[in-house]
C-alpha cells in the first residue's frame, strides 16, 4: 500500500509537471490543450482497462462495484473522445460541451450505486446509535447543506445569472449541484459505513470524484467572471486528469478480507469520517476565495449564511471536545481500574505480592529507612475449605483481612501474598515489630462466626527486618525469604507463634 501511495504522488506530480510545462513552453494552445486531453483520454482508458481486468478476477460484491465504475469510466471516455474528435475536426466545442450534462449525470448514478455497493455492511448488525451519534449526524447535515446552498449558488446559479453571453449551457452548471449532492452521499458513506477492508478504494473514488466536480465547476465558474476561455479550460483538464488517475488507480487497490493477515496501519482513509463534513465547507470556502480574488463581492444573504455554517461547525467542533474529554476521562478511569486490579487482590481488596515487593523494594532503596516484614500464614486453614466450603472459607479470608486492617496503621501495610498468605510491611518499625506480632497473633485467634458456624484460625508469623537483607541484590526478595524461613520455623515450634530471624 505504501508503494501505491508513493507510486500515485510521483504519477500526479509528473502529469501536472508535464501539463505546465508544455503549456509554458510556446507551443500553439491548441496543441498544449490537445495533449492535456490524450493524457485524460488515456487516463480513462486505464481506468476502463483495469477495472474490467479485476472484475473478471473478482467475485461477488467485489465484482460489482467495479463493473458499474468501469461503465462510468467507459461513459467518461466516451465524452473524452467525442470531445477531443470535435477539437481536431474544427467543430464547435461548446456544442460539445452541451453532450455532458446527460453522459455525466448516468456516469454520475453509477458511480453512486458503486459506493453504495461499496459501503454495504457485511457481518454484524452494527450498533444502534446514541443520541450523541444522532446529534453529530444532524450537525454534519447542516453543514454539508448549508455549505451546499452556498456553493451551489456561487457556482452554478450565480453563473448563470451573469452569463449574458450564454458561454455554456445553463444545463452544464445546474447539473453540478446533483453531483455535488452524491459527493455528500459518497462522503456520508465513507463517514457512516466504515470497512477497513474498502476505505482505500472508497477513498480514492471520493477523490477522483471531488477532483472532477471541481473541474466541471471551475470552467462553469471562471468563465462567467471573465477568465479567457482557454486558461479556464487548462485549469479544468488538470483536476480532470488527476481525477481520471485516482479512478485509474482504484481497481488495483488490494481489498482484504476480514481474517486476512495483521491489521494495517492506520491512514488518511481510516480517518476520513472524521474530516468528510468539513470538506464541504472547504470547497465552499475555496470558491469563495476565487470569487473574491477576481473582483466578486458576496451578497449580504451569502455572508450571513456563511457565517452560519461557521457558526455550525464551531457547534459541532464543541461536541466533540467534550465527547473527546469523556472519552479520555473514561480512558483514565479505565486505566485507574486496571492498575487497582493489577496490584489488589479481588476477594479481600488488599494489596496483592506485586504491589507488596514494589513497596518493599522502593523503602530498600532509600538507605534512611530500616523496613520490616511479617510473613503471616494461616495454620490448617485448608479444613475449613475442605468441610465447610470455599464460599465460607473466602469469608473466613475477607474477615481476616479487616483484622490485618484494624491493626496496622498508616503507612505500614497489608497485603495478601497469595492462598492463605498474608504479609505486613511496617515502614518505621523501631521495637514495635515484636509488639504487633504478637498482636495479630491475638487478633487473629478470635473466632469468625459464618453463617451461624464458629471458626477458629491460628497463624504462625515469621519477622525479618532489612538490617537482615540490605546489602544483598535482591534485598526485597531476600527479605521476604527471610521472613518466610522464620515463619516456618515458628510452624515448626509448634503453629500460632512469632518467630524472629536472628542473622548469623
Known amino acids: 500500500m505504501k508503494n501505491l501511495k508513493t507510486f500515485a504522488l510521483v504519477l500526479l ?10 503549456r509554458l513552453s510556446g507551443l500553439p494552445v491548441a496543441f498544449a490543450w490537445r495533449f492535456d486531453k490524450l493524457l485524460e483520454v488515456g487516463a480513462n482508458l ?39 474528435w470535435v477539437d481536431v475536426s474544427g467543430g464547435d466545442i461548446r456544442a460539445a460541451l452541451n453532450s455532458a450534462p446527460p453522459i455525466f449525470t448516468v456516469s454520475t448514478l453509477l458511480t453512486l450505486a458503486a459506493v453504495v455497493v461499496l459501503a454495504r455492511r457485511n457481518g454484524p448488525t452494527p450498533r444502534r446509535s446514541s443520541s ?24 452554478a446559479v450565480h453563473p448563470v445569472l451573469l452569463d449574458d453571453q450564454r458561454v455554456l449551457n445553463p444545463l452544464v452548471l445546474m447539473s453540478r449541484p446533483i453531483e455535488f449532492l452524491v459527493l455528500l452521499v459518497i462522503l456520508m458513506a465513507l463517514s457512516r459505513k466504515r470497512q477497513e477492508e474498502r476505505q482505500i478504494a472508497m477513498l480514492l473514488v471520493g477523490m477522483g470524484f471531488f477532483a472532477q466536480i471541481c473541474g466541471s465547476w471551475g470552467v462553469g465558474y471562471l468563465i462567467p467572471k471573465g477568465v479567457p476561455f482557454d486558461t479556464a479550460r487548462f485549469m479544468a483538464d488538470i483536476t480532470f486528469v488527476c ?28 480517518h476520513m469520517h472524521f474530516v468528510a463534513p468539513y470538506l464541504p465547507v472547504l470547497a465552499t470556502l475555496m470558491f469563495i476565495g476565487l470569487s473574491t480574488a477576481v473582483g466578486g463581492k458576496l451578497s449580504a444573504g451569502e455572508t450571513y449564511i456563511e457565517l452560519g455554517v461557521v457558526a455550525i ?57 530500616e523496613p520490616a516484614v511479617l510473613f503471616v500464614d494461616l495454620d490448617d486453614f485448608k479444613t475449613i475449605n475442605d468441610r465447610y ?22 503507612p505500614d501495610m497489608v497485603a495478601r501474598l497469595g492462598g492463605d498468605e498474608f504479609g505486613v510491611l511496617l515502614v518505621e518499625p523501631g521495637e514495635r515489630g515484636n509488639n504487633i506480632g504478637e498482636k495479630l497473633l491475638t487478633e487473629l485467634s478470635k473466632p469468625y462466626s459464618v453463617d451461624g458456624v464458629e471458626h477458629t484460625v491460628r497463624a504462625s508469623i515469621g519477622l525479618a527486618s532489612a538490617a537482615d537483607a540490605r546489602d544483598v541484590e535482591d534485598a526485597a526478595d531476600q527479605l ?25
Open 480 to 504: 521476604l525469604r527471610l521472613a518466610d524461613g522464620a515463619m516456618y520455623l515458628a510452624k515448626n515450634r509448634g503453629k500460632g507463634t512469632l518467630a524472629v530471624h536472628l542473622a548469623t
Open 132 to 155: 450523541r451519534d444522532r446529534l453529530l449526524f444532524w450537525l454534519d447535515g447542516l453543514i454539508v447543506t448549508s455549505s451546499a446552498v452556498v456553493l451551489t449558488w456561487v457556482t
Open 243 to 270: 481525477a481520471g488517475v485516482f479512478y485509474a488507480l482504484t481497481p488495483w487497490v488490494p481489498v482484504r478480507s476480514r481474517d486476512s493477515g495483521p491489521r494495517r496501519k492506520a491512514g488518511l482513509a481510516d
Open 13 to 22: 506530480a509528473t502529469l501536472i509537471a508535464l501539463m505546465v510545462a508544455v
Open 389 to 410: 466450603g470455599h464460599a465460607a472459607g473466602d469469608r473466613v479470608l475477607a474477615g481476616i483481612a479487616a483484622r490485618l486492617r484494624a491493626v496496622v496503621r498508616a
Open 46 to 84: 486505464a481506468a476502463v482497462i483495469g477495472f474490467t481486468i479485476t472484475a473478471r478476477r473478482a467475485p461477488g460484491t467485489d465484482r460489482r462495484w467495479r463493473v458499474l465504475l468501469a461503465v462510468a469510466a467507459v461513459l467518461r471516455l466516451v465524452f473524452c473522445v467525442l470531445y477531443f
Open 313 to 369: 461547525v464551531l457547534i459541532r467542533q464543541f461536541v466533540t471536545m467534550v465527547d473527546n474529554e469523556r472519552l479520555v476521562r473514561r480512558l483514565w478511569d479505565h486505566q485507574r481500574r486496571l492498575r487497582y486490579q493489577a496490584y489488589h487482590d479481588a476477594l479481600t481488596g488488599l494489596p496483592n505480592r506485586i504491589a507488596f515487593r514494589e513497596q518493599l523494594q522502593q523503602l530498600l532503596a532509600h538507605p534512611g529507612t
